[in-house]
């Protein structure tokens, strides 16, 4: 079995810049990523599509910064593993003082690729694991969300930043959230239509939350320019109003739209109708957890924070000794302070290896530190403000599906949840227990989609914390991995 | 409604859900106490094969051939979508010993009365085509069947709480009282005592530490068992089908483990595949090794599997007892207290004749049809004056 000092999941930001940190420190690392080539979704594509572009806006501060890391990763001795997705996470105390076994699953595009044909199987050990899986997109599910030609906005930058692709030819944005507009600046640029952005918050409720603006200025300069580009390619950008259906028999053909009351409820007398052939929602941003949940770190519940993530020390350590969380994984805050959390894990991993004394990673993480307390703050006030609004979920009907993969509506999640005997159970109903009574989250993906969803319907249903929901249990593989890989593969 | 608890049921599994169903039907309303969520332990981890090719024993036999029938009746009665096929299950031999071996089983068990047809390999093919072609052959089982035992364990549950049972969640049972006459009188929860004259424990492997705070020690053991959950796989087998050293593996104590393939499918056409047994105490995290040798097993039986994926999987402790036979019906030495539990891997396919018979000790006080064979009192450490 290959073995290593860092194990480092995920080569985004976060995931370069702890991969560098701690290989500068003089530690084996291994950086992990189940795309072809580093950048994770942030940095994915060729720059050369920016910067053919002249229209585009200039790159951002954290952009340059993370094509830094990107540059010099080449010249480091980090070993890379890319096409491999981690499947397991599993901890060992032999040897002492604990050591940390990765399930890797290696899927190059000779050997057949993810479509499940077939792919090796193999085991890493690490005296420390740095998660950096990043982050998913939330939807707040509409009639329709499931119609070819709707897609996540993650998914549309991916078409768009990797393969140089239009998500369509007219296409309306829909969500909450600064990430809608690079969107909209990027699939103009592609030469698509962008008929509307639209924002489901207003700005009105962002006024109380201006003071955590103070020293991200490099984050206002950044917004800035995309309003900019948004004028010049006259984009409307529409607030207090969102998408809520999708309307098309095969595919998508139009989307129904309407401006949301001071709650946030769809007020059905402003409906209107716009054609277009592909639509882009996203409201927000959940961390990838299931690797430090599968390790046994223990979770905590902050909606400012993105919903469920790690519980970290101030060196970003979890609650299992040697495994860190650096980046979006560990709640959503931006590229710059997923990079700022690469480098504070980096140390930390050193530090827990006995590469840095304590002294030392003081001294070293100094400036760092506060410049990610100021790059968090500014992630909480964006989380904040930019949260879906309680009525917003008006706009999934009984009718409508929450669980993809098992096709199960929200009026057969509702029953369930009655059935389930609440509140005569008091608390018993949880994500878990929704799962035994439905299909939910039984799928291919495992419910990382429909469980955010989940855990609000039932503490809307109930009445009840969104903590009380819990997450769903994991369990290996977190993805699918084929049997002919696992039967043929390596023994741990 | 028997909130003040005359019968208290301790879990909210398959058979704590039977025993009150049946309890229900006799007019007695239970309150089931389950520490998480109905069927959040054992029951949610296994699959949910009603067999009887597998017995080893007359009275298991027995029980099992009673308890299939029962089943019949609950998904034909029951409101809800049981997932009940009782399509047959063909169970697979590599070699000519091992199908030698299966021809004796399947002689023993068509002397008892059990439908058995042996087949050469052109006779399995023709049942499941998919299967690797150099198999010796198999025998077909064609009245066993299968359940979703989540499903079946909330249509009980669901069922008893209709006839006046009362279900608490999150509710979990730390302990039994007993007065001063040593019978029972309250179970102990987090959130207080609960007064009661009648306790069942239906807590699988989790009974011992119940039962212990009443002085009986069980010889019950968490035997863990590893189950993979495949992508959609629509017609790749038409029955359940087990590796013919299944049966071999249950009989075994041995404490490392050991693999032995079971495939069934679901109504969503997923595969679950299994299985494997091994001690290693309460522990229910998922070993990858194991998941890799299951896997493999699959595969030799199944080639059209390696191309598909595991989208999960997970471990459980089936509730082990020395002779494979549950300990059902009432502890001799504390009044008031029964014991619903020790199936091991047969929970599923046993709950209802538990839950008819337990029903039957608590009612009518006397042995029902086929209880000696289960009573507790068979060991000696639950043996004591009534």
């Given amino acids: 079995m290959a073995s290593t000092d860092v194990a480092v999941v995920g080569a985004g930001p976060a995931g370069l810049s702890a991969a560098l940190t701690a290989a500068n420190l003089g530690l084996k690392v291994t950086l992990i990523d189940e795309l072809p080539a580093p950048g994770g979704q942030y940095l994915v594509g060729n720059p050369a599509i920016h910067s053919r572009d002249t229209k585009q806006p200039p790159f951002s501060a954290a952009e340059r910064q993370g094509l830094a890391l990107l540059g010099s990763l080449a010249q480091t001795s980090v070993e890379t593993r890319f096409e491999t997705l981690v499947w397991h996470l599993g901890s060992d105390y032999e040897p002492f003082p604990r050591c940390w076994t990765l399930g890797l699953y290696h899927f190059p595009p000779e050997l057949g690729g993810q479509g499940g044909i077939a792919g090796k199987v193999e085991y890493l050990t690490a005296g420390a694991v740095i998660l950096a899986s990043g982050a998913r997109e939330q939807v707040v599910p509409f009639p329709g969300w499931t119609l070819p030609g709707v897609m996540t906005i993650g998914a549309a930058q991916l078409l768009a930043r990797r393969h140089g692709v239009a998500a369509g030819r007219r296409v309306l944005l829909a969500g909450s959230g600064p990430l809608l507009l690079p969107a909209a600046v990027h699939l103009a640029g592609l030469g698509a239509e962008v008929v509307a952005l639209l924002e489901a918050t207003h700005p009105l409720d962002w006024l109380p939350h201006g003071p955590a603006v103070w020293g991200n200025w490099d984050r206002v300069a950044e917004g800035r320019r995309y309003l900019a580009a948004l004028r010049k390619a006259r984009i409307p950008y529409r607030f207090g109003q969102t998408v809520v259906r999708a309307l098309g028999a095969e595919g998508l053909e139009a989307a129904v739209v309407a401006r949301l009351d001071s709650r946030g409820r769809p007020l059905r007398d402003t409906e209107e109708q716009i054609s277009v052939d592909a639509l882009c929602v996203g409201f927000g941003f959940v961390p990838n957890s299931e690797l430090a949940q599968l390790a046994g770190a223990s979770f905590r519940f902050d909606p400012a924070n993105g919903g469920w993530a790690s519980e970290l020390d101030e060196g970003l350590q979890t609650s299992a000794p040697g495994l860190f969380v650096a980046g979006e994984a560990g709640g959503i805050a931006g590229a710059s302070a997923a990079m700022l959390e690469g480098r504070l894990a980096g140390l930390g991993a050193a530090c827990h290896l006995g590469r840095l004394n304590e002294a030392e990673r003081t001294r070293e993480q100094t400036t760092s530190a506060g410049r990610r307390k100021r790059a968090k703050r500014f992630g909480v006030m964006l989380n904040t403000l930019f949260a879906p609004p309680p009525g917003l979920s008006a706009i999934t009907t009984q009718d409508t599906v929450i669980c993809r993969c098992e096709e199960v509506t929200a009026g057969e999640v509702r029953a369930a949840i009655l059935a389930g005997g609440f509140p005569l159970t008091r608390g018993a109903m949880t994500l878990d227990a929704l799962k035994t009574r439905t299909r939910v989250g039984q799928g291919p993906c495992q419910g990382r989609t429909c469980g955010p969803i989940l855990a609000r319907m039932l503490a809307q249903e109930t009445g009840r914390p969104p903590t009380d929901a819990g997450m769903f249990h994991v369990r290996p593989p977190i993805k699918p991995v084929p049997l002919a890989a696992l039967a043929g593969g390596e023994q741990p | ?386």
């Fill in chain 2, 1 to 386: 409604m028997s909130e003040r608890g005359d019968v208290v049921i301790i879990g909210g599994g398959i058979v704590g859900a039977a025993c009150a169903y049946y309890l229900g039907g006799a007019d007695v309303p239970a309150l089931v106490l389950e520490r998480d969520y109905p069927a959040s332990g054992t029951s949610r981890a296994c699959d949910g094969l009603i067999l009887y090719s597998d017995k080893l024993s007359e009275a298991e036999l027995a029980l099992a051939r009673a308890s299939a029938t029962l089943w019949a009746d609950l998904a034909a009665s029951l409101d809800a979508d049981l997932e009940y096929n009782r399509r047959g299950t063909v169970v697979l031999y590599e070699t000519e010993e091992g199908l030698a071996a299966g021809r004796r089983k399947a002689a023993e068990l068509q002397l008892a009365g059990v439908r058995a047809e042996v087949l050469d390999p052109a006779g399995l093919r023709a049942l499941e085509p998919n299967l690797a072609p150099d198999l010796a052959g198999g025998v077909y089982y064609p009245d066993e069947a299968q359940v979703d035992a989540r499903a079946a364990t909330l249509a009980m549950l669901d069922a008893a709480r209709a006839m006046g049972a009362v279900l608490r969640g999150n509710s979990e049972v730390t302990g039994i009282r007993l007065d001063a006459s040593g019978r029972v009188c309250a179970v102990t929860t987090r959130d207080g005592d609960v007064p009661c004259r009648t306790v069942v424990c239906a807590a699988g492997v989790w009974s011992n530490e119940i039962v212990r705070t009443a002085g009986v020690e069980l010889p019950v053991k968490p035997r863990k068992g590893h189950i993979l959950v495949t992508a959609r796989a629509p017609g790749l087998i038409a029955h359940p089908l087990l590796e013919g050293s299944y049966a071999a593996s249950v009989k075994s104590s041995a404490e490392g483990v050991q693999v032995a393939l079971v495939a069934e499918m679901t109504a969503s056409d997923t595969l679950l595949l299994g299985s494997s047994r091994e001690f290693l105490g309460y522990d229910r995290t998922v070993s990858p090794a194991v998941v890799q040798a299951i896997a493999a097993r699959a595969v030799r039986f199944l080639p059209g599997l390696a191309q598909r994926s595991i989208i999960r999987s997970y471990a459980g402790l089936r509730p082990w007892s020395p002779d494979h036979l549950p300990l059902v019906g009432p502890v001799d030495s504390v009044p008031g207290l029964y014991l619903a539990a020790g199936h091991e891997g047969a929970g599923i396919g046993l709950a209802p004749v538990t839950g008819q018979i337990l029903a039957g000790w608590i009612v009518r006080d006397e042995a029902p049809p086929l209880a000696e064979a289960v009573r507790p009192g068979r060991f000696p450490s639950l043996m004591g004056e009534r």
